[in-house]
């Protein structure tokens, strides 16, 4: 305000407004610092979208240009179709002369100064929604195609692209003189179409052969004039009505027995079907006898239900002879199977293999002077292999002491490289010497004098989690999760058919 006021007039006042403009990026506008770059940046959206605007303009000016003549052209073509349909008194241009009779009398006079009676009430309606019937002619047929046609043409074509021609300019927003000018002359465009397309809609058609219909069914409806009755007429009347019941009573004899023929014709049906059904079933049990069949024990039986009662047995009294016999009824008390409802859902399976026991101990000298006491059949998880040996320990076969000396040994470490003697040794020089594990090769560090960030980040749950969640883990844990499944539902659901073909 200041500077609009006084900023010519007073020297540090334009100095301070121009060094604050120029060099501290203030907007005066905005009344704060705005950031040069940001400023760039919306300066070059701008240009942008002035550039975008200025074609979007361009298209739409083209586009009007182009379909003008045709969009003329039409809207004349259907006002001229509806003028020619619909015509007005104004239109019809009656030059004879107007002949009246001049009526020169009191009463004629007096009509003119009349009073109207207060109480008289004139009641007209106007139905806005009442359509405009026209009937389909030879003479108007032709003008009806066109305007249905124009019709046509304006609602699919014109309007739907003046619309978008506006949505167009409402995004572009230019308010210059050219500007403006095109968004009227595309309002008033739509304006005229949307009156013109309403004003169809007022038209009711009927084409020529609904008019042919109702001609029809008018000259069908003929009037019949009935005579009166007699009571003669009434006696024939009764007689025909018991003759008429005969004949109902007979018609239905008739259909009772076409009713037998249909019912015959549809067993005839069903002994094909029953026929083919015998067929199918016998090609089923054939198919049965090929298909491959699981047998499953009686713990499938019972494999979910949990109130199962105890199973028992009945006992028979030997009486000394070779005949088994109850003594009586007293005697017959059922015993509960040994080991209850469980020997119902326990299924027993038979080792199809022979079992070898284990006989021999690893029997390797140990440190302590003792013998190693592990029992396995090949290999002994901490020595290797299992061969005979004696009291001492030492092995028995030459053959064995080939075998065992062709496996690689372990490598002996030194007793200087003692980790007690090794730790008093560093704490001493504060020089590391451990011997590089075989195998292992450690890691140089590239910045030693720094601190490592992400030892924070390096914890046991960690270095877990980078292994269970692996991807290749995680796939070796599906398949073994899958397989157990596929071998629970074998074992519980391999009598269905959908199992039967996985199992094999």
């Not at 240009?65 to 239109?91: G, N, Q, V």
């Not at 052969?209 to 003929?222: G, P, T």
């Not at 009713?259 to 014709?265: A, E, G, Q, T, V």
């Not at 022979?354 to 006989?359: A, G, L, S």
Request: proline residues 5%; contains cysteine; glycine residues 4%.
């Amino acid at each position: 305000e200041w500077y609009s006021r006084f900023g010519k007039k007073i020297y540090k006042l334009n100095a301070a407004y121009t060094y604050l403009k120029k060099a501290k990026n203030v907007d005066f506008e905005v009344k704060d610092i705005v950031d040069p770059k940001k400023r760039k940046e919306e300066e070059e959206k701008e240009n942008k979208a002035m550039i975008l605007n200025k074609e979007h303009l361009k298209k739409v000016t083209s586009e009007m240009e182009e379909m003008k003549f045709e969009i003329k052209a039409t809207i004349t073509s259907l006002e001229s179709c509806f003028s020619l349909l619909l015509p007005t008194p104004e239109e019809f241009n009656i030059d004879a002369p107007q002949y009246t009779n001049v009526i020169h009398s009191d009463d004629f006079e007096m009509r003119l100064f009349g009073v109207i009676d207060p109480r008289h009430t004139v009641k007209i309606e106007f139905d806005k929604n009442k359509k405009i019937e026209i009937k389909e002619c030879e003479e108007n047929s032709d003008l009806l195609s066109a305007t249905k046609e124009a019709f046509t043409l304006i609602k699919n074509r014109f309007l739907p692209k003046t619309k978008a021609w506006i949505e167009l300019l409402c995004k572009v927003n230019d308010k210059t003189e050219n500007g403006i000018a095109i968004m009227n002359q595309a309002l008033a465009q739509e304006d005229k179409l949307n009156h013109l397309i309403t004003k169809y809609n007022m038209l009711k058609v009927t084409p020529l052969e609904d008019q042919a219909e109702d001609i029809s069914s008018d000259s069908d409806l003929e009037e019949v004039v009935l005579p009166k009755a007699d009571k003669r007429s009434l006696q024939r009347e009764e007689i025909g009505f018991l003759t008429e019941s005969l004949e109902l009573s007979k018609n239905k004899t008739e259909m009772c027995n076409n009713k037998r023929n249909s019912h015959s014709d549809h067993d005839n049906i069903k002994m094909k079907i029953a026929e083919s059904s015998v067929e199918m079933s016998e090609r089923k049990k054939e198919l049965l006898k090929i298909a491959p069949k699981l047998p499953f024990d009686i713990d499938l039986y019972h494999w979910e239900d949990e109130k199962l009662p105890t199973p028992t047995m009945l006992p028979v009294n030997c009486e000394g002879s070779r005949f088994w016999s109850a003594g009586t009824s007293e005697d017959i008390t059922e015993i509960p199977v040994p080991g209850g409802s469980s020997a119902l859902r326990t299924r027993v399976i038979e080792f199809s293999g022979e079992f070898v026991p284990v006989k021999r101990a690893c029997r390797v000298p140990l440190p302590s002077g003792k013998l190693c006491p592990r029992k396995d059949r090949i290999k002994c998880p901490l020595h290797g292999l299992i061969v005979d040996r004696d009291d001492k320990g030492y092995i028995v076969n030459e053959e064995d002491k080939r075998k065992m000396a062709t496996q690689p040994a372990k490598a002996v470490i030194p007793e200087w490289q003692d980790p007690k003697l090794l730790a008093e040794l560093k704490a001493a020089t504060g020089i590391d010497l451990k011997m590089p594990e075989k195998g292992k090769r450690k890691r140089k560090v590239k910045h030693p004098g720094l601190t490592d960030l992400n030892a924070a980040k390096k914890t046991t749950k960690a270095r877990l989690s980078k292994k269970i969640f692996n991807k290749a883990s995680v796939k070796r844990v599906a398949a073994a999760m899958n397989n157990l499944d596929h071998k629970r539902h074998r074992d519980k659901f391999g009598d269905q058919f959908n199992y039967v073909h996985d199992t094999c």
